[in-house]
């Protein structure tokens, strides 16, 4: 069989193919509807919803329910005809398969131990994202688009999360699915797993660029202060920047949600930019010190 | 012959019928209403709902949805815990057993493993859904929160779900998964810091995870009990909790300009 059929037909791949179409269609479904209110908005008329009368419960939504229940169970049973679960072979300490692939929803996560030290990538990121969620509507201030779709009114809060959501969570999952073979190593869909394949790509770390040993006091200090530059760096530019052009914002923003905002954001940005870092420069550390490296 | 109505007359007259229906149903404003708030089921509606609440296209009913892959998981997964034994000497046999013995057993299976992963995607997709409706604006903030716990926890369930069968796949999974424990910052054994606690693989994260060094009988038996009861039990009191809020946060949200 072709490889790439039988990669996606894989019987526990299958749930990720309907994940790629059901996100799809319910991404396209919701800009879709942002942007008739966006044109509803700029229009100033109401948007979807707005003048919504009611209904009974009893039977409008219990039936639509009832429906929907059904559908969803029909589904589950089709799927579950057609699709037997794996079963591998009973658990064996002692036969590391190649590549250990965690539950396919970590990883994600699991594509950011290429990137970052596990400590970061399995503990304090996650953490982090978990954190960020949760901190979302007490640091998100702007008072529109509640309870509609919207692009226009919140753009920024809107692309800042679809990239965490599409880009980081979601496409790094697919390509963890997808293009990770042996030894984490990239691999097409319709490219033959080679277990013996090594990759020799001289990584170096980031003061070697510049000629001084990464492990040296000069090195450590270097990358103390460049990782340093770019947390306070990018804790403070935007504020100078808001300061110029927005200062009204920055003063309803307060410090508190300043601080955590901010520090959210650089964040996640050092993972695109490590990613970067990786693929492009081939650096694999910025910072070595003795207990961690960056 | 008596006729159908008839028939469904003298039924609705029946002591057993009305013991178990308490009253008629008459399709009046105060019946529809009564059939709601008489129900400890329905009773999670209002009596009334706006109307993108019965179209779709606002919540996608995703939120539901998700329930209700919950509610499919517990009947499965119960059914499911007649035919297993946690531990390493049967759990595996009990899964073949389950293919090739249980009446319906490859089909309880599927169900219930094709369930989880389409709760987790709905999951995700109600998150998004409540994050492009700004669903999480005041006063929602706080049901947000407990939401994206709800999170964590499907992604939990899933995960301590996955060691149960003792195969290869879900013995590597949790291996690598528990491995990011030990490297938790202090508490983890090769986390950094962790030198200055005295902490090693054998009072570690990974070790209180595992119930051991490595993953074995404790581990399957504590992912086990975090599977079946420990987090079903926090999940579903949260999902009261969460749902409580949708009604006492003003039902499902609307426009405010
Ligand atoms: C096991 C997981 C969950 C279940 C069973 C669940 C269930 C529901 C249901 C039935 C509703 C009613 C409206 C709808 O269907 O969209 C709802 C609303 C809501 N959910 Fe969830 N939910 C879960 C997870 C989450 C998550 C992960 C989040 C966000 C991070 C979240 C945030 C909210 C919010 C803010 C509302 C109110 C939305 C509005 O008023 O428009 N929930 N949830």
């Not at chain 1, 589904?75 to 300490?93: C, F, K, R």
């Not at chain 1, 779709?149 to 979601?170: C, D, H, M, N, Q």
């Not at chain 1, 530019?237 to 309803?252: A, G, I, S, V």
């Amino acid at each position: 069989m072709n490889p790439f059929i039988e990669i996606i037909t894989q019987p526990d791949n299958i749930a990720i193919v309907i994940m790629i179409f059901m996100v799809s269609f319910f991404m396209v479904w919701a800009f879709q509807q942002a942007f008739h209110n966006d044109r509803l908005l700029a229009a100033g008329l109401p948007v979807d919803g707005e003048n919504d009368k009611f209904v009974d419960t009893f039977k409008p939504l219990v039936r639509i329910e009832l429906i929907i229940a059904l559908v969803v169970m029909v589904g589950l049973t089709i799927w579950s005809i057609a699709v037997d679960a794996p079963l591998e072979e009973i658990a064996n300490p002692t036969l590391t398969p190649n590549p250990a692939k965690a539950p396919w929803y970590f990883l994600g996560l699991q594509e950011l131990l290429v990137y970052f030290d596990p400590w970061l990538a399995g503990v304090v990121l996650p953490s982090l994202i978990v954190v960020g969620l949760i901190a979302i509507p007490y640091i998100d201030i702007n008072p529109k688009g509640n309870g509609y779709y919207t692009f226009a009114e919140r753009k920024w809060s809107i692309i800042i999360f679809s990239f965490g959501f599409f880009v980081l969570w979601l496409l790094l999952i697919v390509i963890g699915v997808f293009f990770r073979g042996p030894g984490w190593l990239w691999y097409w869909p319709w490219q033959e797993w080679d277990h013996a394949r090594v990759v020799f790509e001289p990584f170096r770390d980031l003061s070697s660029v510049v000629g001084i040993d990464s492990r040296s006091l000069a090195g450590f200090i270097l990358g103390a202060v460049v990782t340093g530059a770019y947390m306070i760096g990018g804790m403070v530019w935007p504020y100078m920047y808001w300061k110029k052009n927005n200062p009204e914002f920055l003063t309803q923003l307060g410090m508190v949600r300043y601080i955590t905002t901010v520090f959210l954001f650089i964040t996640m940005m050092s993972i695109p930019i490590k990613m970067v870092l990786r693929l492009v420069f081939l650096i694999k550390y910025v910072w070595i010190t003795p207990w961690f490296s960056i | 012959m008596k006729s159908l109505p008839e028939i469904t007359n003298q039924v609705k007259k029946n002591l057993i019928w009305k013991s178990i229906f308490r009253r008629d149903y008459r399709n009046t404003v105060r019946d529809r209403a009564q059939a709601v708030f008489g129900n400890v089921f329905l009773h999670l509606h209002p009596v009334q709902v706006r109307e993108s609440a019965v179209k779709l296209r606002f919540t996608w009913g995703m939120g539901g949805i998700t329930f209700f892959a919950y509610l499919l998981l517990i009947i499965t997964g119960v059914v499911l815990m007649f035919y297993y034994h946690p531990s390493i000497d049967q759990a595996y046999t009990d899964i073949k057993d389950l293919e090739f013995q249980v009446p319906f057993g490859v089909i309880l299976r599927n169900l219930h493993r094709w369930g989880a992963h389409f709760m987790v995607i709905v999951v995700m997709i109600h998150m998004f859904r409540v994050f492009m409706t700004g669903s999480y604006k005041a006063p929602r903030q706080f049901n947000w929160g407990v939401g994206v716990i709800l999170l964590v926890l499907t992604f939990l369930l899933s995960f301590t779900g996955y060691l149960t069968p003792w195969d290869q796949l879900g013995f590597w999974a949790i291996t690598v998964g528990t491995n990011m424990g030990a490297a938790t910052p202090l508490l983890g054994y090769q986390g950094p810091f962790s030198e200055f606690l005295h902490i090693t693989p054998f009072n570690d994260v990974r070790f209180a995870l595992l119930g051991g060094a490595l993953v074995g009988g404790n581990a399957l038996l504590r992912s086990y009990i975090w599977h079946c009861i420990a987090i079903p039990l926090v999940a579903t009191i949260l999902m009261f909790v969460h749902f409580w809020r949708v009604r006492k946060d003003g039902g499902i949200s609307k426009p405010q300009k």
